[in-house]
């Protein structure tokens, strides 16, 4: 009996690892749907408001959706143009960066003919064998891009449908987890429903608002650095907030590039190094953990893993999507008596009542 009773726990071990591990590979292989499906079923909690809204005040459910789908539409076009006017006005840089690029080229090849005794003609010779397996790698590479892009962007121009429909069947969709969740208590069920719900609309609004306050603080030390498009910068910078821990310092590399490009002294690049950092500081210590931090309590090394873990899965896009994805495993898991233990893992050490922790566990041998 005793055997049996130490084997069926490893069976079933077994088994729910077996069981983690195709969902594991499903969710890779077919990325190209889940991460915009995802996407969707996050911004369908941001719109939530505006078409429950708006059907309180007697618009038919399509049509408020629909209406919701527009503003929001219509924001996100409004950036991207904004976006695409300031790329145009790069191209006065493309001067600069010709004059420059000569300047460090001619540099460079003095100081490979004094230290390695390069002379120009193996240079040159080098340099041709250089430029054309790169361009070899560089042709297989963009043609593997474009293949394996166009199938994940054909299903992103799907989120507005997947939104549409997320929104209007939700009472059906809530339906289909209570009847999922049968032997689950029915009020358990639309609590954690409704935490999901607050914390995926407080996590994305949080993080728009961090982008907002970033995108001025960026804006503004390139401004006083005279750096030329500093609102563009500043704001493509603080976009890329949505990496977490290594988002800014990304784009930082753009406006440093320009400070070398368009400046004569070193100190500008410097400078727009040391404003950034001092910015990625701020925004890691303090504005983020004031804004998004009670909104989605996440340890440090829950939230590190996580984004290695999405990261590793989805690329970029489950770097994005890591935080918000883990705050709902936590909440779901915060609703599940057989769960509450890793729940208890992901959350944020801070928030621990050190008096009840002392009370509930104590260990002998570790003092009085």
């Given at each position: 009996?005793?055997?049996?009773?130490?084997?069926?726990?490893?069976?079933?071990?077994?088994?729910?690892?077996?069981?983690?591990?195709?969902?594991?590979?499903?969710?890779?292989?077919?990325?190209?749907?889940?991460?915009?499906?995802?996407?969707?079923?996050?911004?369908?909690?941001?719109?939530?408001?505006?078409?429950?809204?708006?059907?309180?005040?007697?618009?038919?459910?399509?049509?408020?959706?629909?209406?919701?789908?527009?503003?929001?539409?219509?924001?996100?076009?409004?950036?991207?143009?904004?976006?695409?006017?300031?790329?145009?006005?790069?191209?006065?840089?493309?001067?600069?960066?010709?004059?420059?690029?000569?300047?460090?080229?001619?540099?460079?090849?003095?100081?490979?003919?004094?230290?390695?005794?390069?002379?120009?003609?193996?240079?040159?010779?080098?340099?041709?064998?250089?430029?054309?397996?790169?361009?070899?790698?560089?042709?297989?590479?963009?043609?593997?891009?474009?293949?394996?892009?166009?199938?994940?962007?054909?299903?992103?121009?799907?989120?507005?449908?997947?939104?549409?429909?997320?929104?209007?069947?939700?009472?059906?969709?809530?339906?289909?987890?209570?009847?999922?969740?049968?032997?689950?208590?029915?009020?358990?069920?639309?609590?954690?429903?409704?935490?999901?719900?607050?914390?995926?609309?407080?996590?994305?609004?949080?993080?728009?608002?961090?982008?907002?306050?970033?995108?001025?603080?960026?804006?503004?030390?390139?401004?006083?650095?005279?750096?030329?498009?500093?609102?563009?910068?500043?704001?493509?910078?603080?976009?890329?907030?949505?990496?977490?821990?290594?988002?800014?310092?990304?784009?930082?590399?753009?406006?440093?590039?320009?400070?070398?490009?368009?400046?004569?002294?070193?100190?500008?690049?410097?400078g727009v190094a040391a404003s950034f950092f001092i910015i990625q500081f701020l925004e890691g210590n303090f504005i983020t953990p004031f804004i998004v931090g009670n909104k989605v309590s996440i340890n440090s090394l829950?939230?590190?893993?996580?984004?290695?873990?999405?990261?590793?899965?989805?690329?970029?896009?489950?770097?994005?999507?890591?935080?918000p994805l883990t705050a709902i495993i936590k909440v779901i898991f915060d609703s599940s008596e057989s769960l509450k233990a890793w729940g208890f893992l992901l959350g944020d050490s801070d928030h621990i009542d050190v008096?009840?922790?002392?009370?509930?566990?104590?260990?002998?041998?570790?003092?009085?």
């Amino acid at each position: 009996m005793i055997k049996k009773q130490g084997i069926f726990p490893i069976q079933n071990a077994a088994f729910a690892l077996v069981i983690l591990v195709i969902v594991v590979y499903a969710l890779y292989i077919l990325k190209d749907i889940f991460v915009p499906f995802i996407i969707a079923g996050l911004l369908s909690f941001l719109l939530f408001p505006i078409s429950r809204f708006l059907e309180k005040h007697h618009f038919p459910r399509p049509l408020a959706i629909l209406i919701s789908i527009i503003v929001a539409l219509s924001i996100l076009s409004s950036i991207i143009y904004f976006s695409y006017t300031q790329i145009i006005q790069l191209e006065s840089l493309i001067p600069l960066i010709e004059k420059k690029g000569t300047v460090w080229i001619t540099a460079t090849e003095k100081l490979l003919r004094k230290n390695l005794h390069i002379n120009q003609s193996q240079l040159v010779a080098e340099s041709q064998k250089y430029m054309t397996d790169v361009l070899k790698n560089s042709t297989k590479l963009i043609g593997q891009t474009l293949s394996t892009t166009s199938g994940f962007l054909v299903n992103f121009s799907l989120l507005p449908l997947y939104i549409f429909l997320f929104l209007l069947y939700r009472d059906f969709l809530k339906t289909f987890v209570y009847k999922l969740l049968r032997n689950s208590s029915k009020h358990n069920i639309s609590n954690t429903i409704r935490k999901i719900n607050e914390v995926v609309r407080n996590y994305i609004i949080g993080l728009l608002l961090v982008i907002l306050i970033v995108g001025i603080l960026n804006t503004t030390s390139l401004y006083f650095l005279e750096i030329e498009h500093a609102l563009f910068f500043g704001f493509f910078a603080s976009f890329l907030v949505l990496i977490p821990y290594i988002g800014i310092a990304i784009g930082s590399a753009l406006p440093i590039l320009v400070a070398l490009i368009t400046k004569d002294s070193y100190w500008y690049p410097v400078g727009v190094a040391a404003s950034f950092f001092i910015i990625q500081f701020l925004e890691g210590n303090f504005i983020t953990p004031f804004i998004v931090g009670n909104k989605v309590s996440i340890n440090s090394l829950a939230a590190i893993t996580s984004l290695l873990l999405f990261g590793n899965l989805w690329g970029i896009s489950g770097l994005v999507l890591a935080l918000p994805l883990t705050a709902i495993i936590k909440v779901i898991f915060d609703s599940s008596e057989s769960l509450k233990a890793w729940g208890f893992l992901l959350g944020d050490s801070d928030h621990i009542d050190v008096q009840v922790t002392k009370k509930h566990f104590s260990f002998k041998g570790f003092g009085k």
